[in-house]
């Protein structure tokens, strides 16, 4: 199954973290490249961070730069996105997206294939 499945989303404080999961094939690891993006209500869906297949190359927006971390586990197939120091603005659907035969990140929602439902991330006190 190439669609990834998303988990981890929920409601925090201010200042909290929360750490985002996506469930991917096995194939889509070892050769593709997996994102995230986000779509807040009125707003354009914005990428944040991507993995390329051979996992040593990470790409992060400006706006999240130093406080979330992209990362792969894998032995369960699963990405991570760790968020740390959460602000209002970060509450959004939070997507995972993938272009299983193609190794390499961009940040264009219409280079990859296969999205996940969506999990929704709200940051509020």
């Known amino acids: 199954q190439l669609q990834p499945v998303e988990s981890g989303g929920g409601l925090v404080q201010p200042g909290g973290s929360l750490r985002l999961s996506c469930l991917n094939s096995?194939?889509?690891?070892?050769?593709?490249?997996i994102a995230w993006f986000r779509q807040a209500p009125g707003q354009e869906r914005e990428p944040i961070s991507c993995?390329?297949?051979?996992?040593?190359?990470?790409r992060y927006a400006d706006s999240v730069k130093g406080r979330f971390t992209i990362s792969r586990d894998n032995a369960k197939n699963t990405v991570y996105l760790q968020m740390n120091s959460l602000k209002p603005e970060d509450t959004a659907l939070y997507y995972c997206?993938?272009?299983?035969?193609?190794?390499?990140?961009?940040?264009?929602?219409?280079?990859?294939?296969?999205w996940g439902q969506g999990t929704q991330v709200t940051v509020s006190s």
């Open positions: 993995i390329q297949n051979r996992g040593d190359t990470v």
């Open positions: 096995r194939f889509t690891l070892d050769h593709g490249a």
């Open positions: 997206a993938a272009r299983p035969h193609i190794g390499y990140c961009t940040s264009f929602a219409v280079d990859y294939d296969y």
